[in-house]
T-cell receptor
Framework: GEDVEQSLFLSVREGDSSVINCTYTDSSSTYLYWYKQEPGAGLQLLTYIFSNMDMKQDQRLTVLLNKKDKHLSLRIADTQTGDSAIYFC??????????FGSGTRLQVQP | GAVVSQHPSRVICKSGTSVKIECRSLDFQATTMFWYRQFPKQSLMLMATSNEGSKATYEQGVEKDKFLINHASLTLSTLTVTSAHPEDSSFYICSGFLNEQFFGPGTRLTVL
C-alpha cells in the first residue's frame, strides 16, 4: 500500500529558510500536497503540485518534486514565528483519499 | 476555494452514548466525502469513504457498526459514533471531493 514518511521535528531560527522533506512510495500519485496544522485546529492547504511538475513556487513557499526518487520537499523562505506548526505532506492517486505523512513539527525560534 | 463545514466543532459525551458529527459542503456538491481520524500527535488516518446514495466503504480495522456513515444528500454526510468509549476520543475530520479534497475544520470528540 501507499506509505508517506516525514522527519518528525525541525527547528530553525526566525529569518532562516526551512526545508521539510517527505518521501512516498506510490509511483502512480497524481497530486502531492502540503498542509499546515496549528495546535487544536484543522488542516490548511498550503500548496500542491501535479506529479508531472518538478517545481512550484508560491510567494515564500517552494515545492520541489523528484519523481524518480519519490521525494518531495517544502522550502519556506524567511521563516517567521507564525510558521510554527505541524506540516503534513500527502499524496493522492486518482479520486482516492489522501495518504498523509506523519507530520513534521516546525519550531521557529526568535 | 470550496468550503466544507463540520458540526459540532467540539463535543464531550459520556461513555456509552452516541454522537453524531455532520459534514457539509457549503458551495459545491460532493458525491464523495472522506472521514479521517487523528489521534493526538499522530497523522490523519482514513476511516471511510462516503458515497452519496450508497453504502460507505470502510478501511481495514474500522468497525462499520460502530462508526455509522450516512451520505443522504450531495451536501451532507454524517458520522455517528455509537456507544462511544474513551478510546474513541479523537479529532475527526471530513473532506469533500471536487477535483481536489477540501477539508472541514474538524470535530474534537472527548468521551469521558
Amino acid at each position: 500500500g501507499e506509505d508517506v514518511e516525514q522527519s518528525l521535528f525541525l527547528s530553525v531560527r526566525e529569518g532562516d529558510s526551512s526545508v521539510i522533506n517527505c518521501t512516498y512510495t506510490d509511483s502512480s500519485s497524481t497530486y502531492l500536497y502540503w498542509y499546515k496544522q496549528e495546535p487544536g485546529a484543522g488542516l490548511q492547504l498550503l500548496t500542491y503540485i501535479f506529479s508531472n511538475m518538478d517545481m512550484k513556487q508560491d510567494q515564500r513557499l517552494t515545492v520541489l518534486l523528484n519523481k524518480k526518487d519519490k521525494h518531495l520537499s517544502l522550502r519556506i523562505a524567511d521563516t517567521q514565528t507564525g510558521d510554527s506548526a505541524i506540516y503534513f505532506c500527502a499524496e493522492q492517486t486518482g479520486r482516492r483519499a489522501l495518504t498523509f505523512g506523519s507530520g513534521t513539527r516546525l519550531q521557529v525560534q526568535p | 476555494g470550496a468550503v466544507v463545514s463540520q458540526h459540532p466543532s467540539r463535543v464531550i459525551c459520556k461513555s456509552g452514548t452516541s454522537v453524531k458529527i455532520e459534514c457539509r459542503s457549503l458551495d459545491f456538491q460532493a458525491t464523495t466525502m472522506f472521514w479521517y481520524r487523528q489521534f493526538p500527535k499522530q497523522s490523519l488516518m482514513l476511516m471511510a469513504t462516503s458515497n452519496e446514495g450508497s453504502k460507505a466503504t470502510y478501511e481495514q480495522g474500522v468497525e462499520k457498526d460502530k462508526f455509522l456513515i450516512n451520505h443522504a444528500s450531495l451536501t451532507l454526510s454524517t458520522l455517528t459514533v455509537t456507544s462511544a468509549h474513551p478510546e474513541d476520543s479523537s479529532f475527526y475530520i471530513c473532506s469533500g471531493f471536487l477535483n481536489e479534497q477540501f477539508f472541514g475544520p474538524g470535530t474534537r470528540l472527548t468521551v469521558l
